[in-house]
Nanobody, 117 residues
Framework: QVQLVESGGGLVQAGESLRLSCTAS????????IGWYRQAPGKEREQVATIDSGHITSYADFAKDRFTLIRDTSNNAMYLSLEMNSLKPEDTAVYYCRAWTGLTDYWGQGTQVTVSS
């Protein structure tokens, strides 16, 4: 089992920055990949950025020039941060941390990011 806890969401103005954090605990040794996803009202959940066990990162087109994914491990825990710069109103969504093993997907509870114009 893997537990995911997100933090760092909030209300910001367009152009500002925000940092999201995800802490993974439990059987973190089994995690093959981990990343951030988001879901805006009335839209499907979409990938923001992910990193796999080979340290290969993948960014959505909208995130490539503005968002940075940082992963760290310590004491059997895994920490995943998402640095978001130059935020836009269209970045408003609930952001979720997701981790996956060879068999199972794990999701955090989500954290709200609201960007005002």
């Amino acid at each position: 089992q893997v537990q995911l806890v997100e933090s760092g969401g909030g209300l910001v103005q367009a152009g500002e920055s925000l940092r999201l954090s995800c802490t993974a605990s439990g059987s973190t040794y089994s995690i093959y990949g981990i990343g951030w996803y988001r879901q805006a009202p009335g839209k499907e959940r979409e990938q923001v950025a992910t990193i796999d066990s080979g340290h290969i990162t993948s960014y959505a087109d909208f995130a490539k020039d503005r968002f940075t994914l940082i992963r760290d491990t310590s004491n059997n825990a895994m920490y995943l941060s998402l640095e978001m710069n130059s935020l836009k109103p269209e970045d408003t969504a609930v952001y979720y941390c997701r981790a996956w093993t060879g068999l199972t997907d794990y999701w955090g509870q989500g954290t709200q990011v609201t960007v005002s114009s």
